[in-house]
């Protein structure tokens, strides 16, 4: 693999009177040798520094050069060639940035690091950060201000991962950047109007390269920032991340990709076709759940089971210490244990009164809530609970996803029994039990073998991007060959929705794993 | 021709919910397509401008594009097509910078205008300047002051363009500097110090092109910034220039380039090869001459002659007025029929007791001087006179002259009789009589035909970059093409020198149509 930066050792002839050639065509000139002819352009402000370094180190050392789509381009000239060439992927979240510091010349993550989304000050989901930044008839000040914080967080980021691995945040050559499409046009000071409006359209899928100086991030002068390539308004380029992570796109067999935040997105394909859609999944599934939903973070359930003769219910917290609430994972295990106990019925209610279930239901103002944790176990002295409101929420969200997955299969005609691998990414993919979701209809009833957690395959994708030259092009050609079909406007997947929302589903045929209870 | 920046039109399929491609994307796909297949690349600071105006356009318009060595740059959208496509080309003068508003479309010049350097608050000569910028234990401050002047020069006359033409100074979208190489390091703000010391390495030779914004030009945002390339500290991209407006290095026949300025700089060459040299021709040339020199300029005595019987001096004044000085091609008009009426002799020393000089000289406290225009006849009741320290100061700039002539020619075995044409750069060339240039032994003796005014080259080459795109190849491989002699060590051009000393040579056979005289 060969790095989108890389340093080239040069040694060229001293000048003289009978070689009078300037100092940068000299440079130029060794570094095309080296390059088999490729003529490297010098961006016009780093023109005094390199020529400087050239001369004082007597015509030799190492250039620092980067491949961009237009060839190549020298950015610096380095007397002694370094031991580390540090490079920055992001993923670029709504919610939380997450970096890691690459060495370019090992291949190795140095370090990694993540910060709270300073633009959460305007609004914690994304819609209501579109809507802050349309102060249409103005400047686009408020646009400004978005981008700033981003900005902000990036040079905070870089700062920390500078210091762990002691080196300088001017020693950062690269960035790539990956995140949802309303997030990158919030970093490039982009209107995201349109995103959100029929028929979705982004002011830019693929962004050309730039220098970081271009938007004030105190990265190395001459360092470049990559944007990964998006699809749509609803399906970024942290999903083509997720591609690139997976290899979808280099497999002879077709497997599925699912991606679940407040959106699901999920692509099939292979080698030879991509089809790929989004739909809203609700925030049940990423800690959004009423009351006790949290992220997948120290303190929250992240695993529970209930004891289907007793009701005795066990359950583990990350970090293991006392419970604070419960994320995607841990209420998909409980709301399956909770079926399969029948604490609650196919339609997802409650039935207070199954044996069970004795002791543990509390009345509140909304309504019933079920104890998870009582108070005297949980943190600071408060119970962890789960009422209607909050199932009722993750019904809808299980539907979604099951309704998505299975129009997406129509569409392309393929059967979840000829899925090679499903792919699942992010935190939701990391901690979720397959079987639990197949108990409650969320993903199909297959071997669980076939399912394939990816870790932030958004990070892994800008890595990659960095790492690997042949990555760039792979992601343009991903989008290229991507079919985006648009659910919002799908009748088909409406109609779907509605036999989604049972536990596993009205046709249980579909989820011969899965005990299916007649009786209300 | 084709010029270098230019309007597409666009016609692009409006956004739907079946074809939900960013706008940018679409622009660039529609783009390619008029390219054949080029792919655009939108610098990161255009794409909200270039989105907005698309859409706001109705996805149809005119696409202004530029084009660089690394592929095509789109720079802006513009709903209607202008009338006029403004570019501003620039000779970059020590003294004076002269610039014309180009119409790209049409291909016409709208305006011209000059302007005084402003530099020479630092020093009226290129070596005082040079020192001036070396603070070197410093941070630049006086060669970014250098570099200010210059920009501000440069402003101000795209000011002064845009206002005379009546367009805004933001439509300008493009500027093709040519100069000397140490004004290019000032005007790219490059350490100018190896250029006047041996072996006198330029910084560089080849800048590539960049944002007019990149050095603060308040041009269109998207402009683009050509610097004719240069081959050496002594051989500018001023020169390229003159190459590039004579044809020289498209012609079959030998041919030579003379321009002429503080330093004569000489090619010679054909479409297969060509030799270049430059050397120190002393200020006499271009107005220097101690006292009464002055530029081409309004009341500078452009053109005299004195009757070889009576003594008597006509004159012809640039403008008609009265007489405020003497240009370079009065002196050697004027020094000339001295020669001829032997009012000086071979060696140039004045001879007083010729009758045709009675009542002609003047004494002075340096010496005796010649009264070219007495002072009741002069502007301002002052007269112009001719020192003789004056006249020693033309000697030596003849005597580098014609040595220049014949070394580089000797160095290609080429005789002047062979040569197909002699261009003439410069507001020299546009004054100067050949003829009286012969009478003096600084040109060669051969048919006038032969000799061809040039005009300002520097501003011509500098027009032609950029109202045809092939013209930027042919600038570089002019470069790669020239080959240097460096005459400032070289021993044949010393003593070459010696023997041009005289008028018009100490071997007169050289000049055949000239009257020699034996006696001192």
Chains 1, 2 share one sequence.
Not at 170 to 178: E, P
Not at 299 to 314: F, M, P
Not at 479 to 499: C, D, H, P, W
């Amino acid at each position: 693999m060969q790095s989108l930066v890389e340093l080239i050792n040069i040694q060229a002839t001293p000048p003289s009177l009978s070689d009078n050639t300037g100092d940068l065509d000299r440079l130029k000139k060794s570094l095309a040798v080296m390059l088999e002819g490729c003529q490297p352009l010098v961006p016009m402000l780093r023109m005094a520094p390199i020529a400087k370094s050239f001369r004082q180190a007597g015509f030799k050392g190492a250039a620092l050069v980067v491949r961009l789509d237009a060839g190549v381009q020298l950015i610096d000239f380095l007397p002694d060639a370094p031991g580390v060439l540090p490079a920055m992927a992001l993923d670029l979240g709504t919610t939380h940035l997450e970096a890691s510091l690459l060495d370019l010349l090992s291949g190795k993550v140095l370090e990694r690091a993540t910060l709270v989304n300073a633009q959460l000050e305007f609004g914690s989901d994304i819609l209501t950060r579109i809507h802050f930044a349309g102060d249409r008839n103005g400047a686009g000040e408020n646009l400004l201000m978005l981008q700033k914080r981003v900005l902000q967080c990036i040079n905070d980021l870089a700062g920390e991962l500078a210091r762990k691995a002691k080196i300088a945040t001017q020693d950062i050559v690269a960035l790539c950047v990956s995140g949802n499409t309303t997030m990158i046009h919030f970093f490039l000071q982009l209107d995201p109007y349109h995103l959100c409006r029929e028929p979705y359209i982004p002011v830019v899928n693929s962004p050309d390269p730039f220098g970081a100086q271009d938007v004030g991030l105190g990265f190395h002068p001459g360092a470049t920032v990559w944007v990964m390539p998006s699809v749509g308004s609803y399906f970024g380029g942290d999903l083509i991340s997720g591609i690139l992570a997976s290899g979808l796109d280099e497999q002879e067999e077709t497997s599925m990709l699912i991606d679940v935040g407040t959106n699901a997105e999920v692509v099939v394909g292979n080698r030879e076709w991509l089809i790929a859609c989004a739909g809203a999944a609700g925030p049940a599934l990423e800690g959004g759940v009423a009351r006790m939903g949290m992220r997948a973070d120290t303190g929250a359930i992240e695993h529970c089971s209930i004891d289907q003769d007793t009701g005795e219910l066990n359950y583990k917290t990350i970090g293991d210490g006392p419970a604070r609430g419960i994320c995607g994972s841990g209420v998909i295990d409980l709301v399956a244990d909770l079926y399969l106990a029948r604490i609650i019925d196919i339609r997802g209610k409650f039935r207070p009164k199954q044996p069970q279930a004795a002791g543990r239901f509390i009345e509140q103002d909304a309504g019933l809530a079920y104890v998870v944790v009582p108070a005297a176990e949980g943190d600071k002295g408060q119970p962890v609970l789960l009422s209607q409101v909050d199932i009722d929420a993750l019904m809808r969200s299980k539907a979604a996803m099951y309704s998505i997955l299975t129009t997406i299969t129509s569409q392309v005609g393929v059967r979840f029994e000829e899925l090679h691998r499903i792919y699942v990414a992010g935190a939701f993919g990391k901690h979720i039990s397959p079987q639990q979701a197949i108990v409650l209809g969320m993903l199909p009833d297959l071997d669980l073998g076939v399912y394939q957690p990816l870790g932030n395959s958004s990070l892994a994708g800008a890595e990659l991007i960095l790492l690997d030259r042949q990555a760039w092009q792979r992601s343009r050609e991903i989008v290229a060959k991507v079919t985006y079909v648009e659910l919002n406007v799908n009748q088909e997947f409406m109609i779907r929705f509605s036999g989604c929302r049972f536990i596993p589903h009205t046709d249980h045929t579909l989820f011969p794993s899965v005990p299916f209870f007649d009786e209300p």
